[in-house]
């Protein structure tokens, strides 16, 4: 099966930086063609949207997230990065990555995890 593995999680003071990645499987055929998102969950709170880019590399982002994320994508590595920077307390959260095509979600990492000391 395909599957996405992220990394680049860890512990971080905040103001900080991280940059997340997302590999999907070698053998995925058309990647160029999926919506490639993240998502995060913190505890006891529902999974939420974090940013999404389309096939075109066209981004859009969650307000909470909005000048401070920046989501790109690579084709050919079939890999989807997340640049977070100016993280804070409330970014605290397992975040995941996700391929989606025609609005259908395809397959979900396993998450990494990403917490923001005060």
């Known amino acids: 099966q395909v599957h996405l593995v992220e990394s680049g999680g860890g512990l971080v003071q905040a103001g900080g930086s991280l940059r997340l990645s997302c590999a999907a499987s070698?053998?995925?055929?058309?990647?160029?063609?999926?919506?490639m998102s993240w998502f995060r969950q913190a505890p006891g709170k529902e999974r939420e949207r974090v940013a999404t880019?389309?096939?075109?590399?066209?981004?859009n982002y969650a307000d909470f997230v909005k000048g401070r994320f920046t989501i790109s994508r690579d084709n050919v590595k079939k890999t989807v990065d997340l640049q977070m920077n100016s993280l804070n307390p409330e970014d605290t959260a397992v975040y995941y990555c996700n391929i989606r095509r025609f609005g259908v979600p395809l397959y979900w990492g396993q998450g990494t995890q990403v917490t923001v000391s005060s």
């Open positions: 880019i389309t096939t075109g590399g066209i981004p």
């Open positions: 070698s053998y995925l055929e058309g990647f160029s063609t999926y919506t």
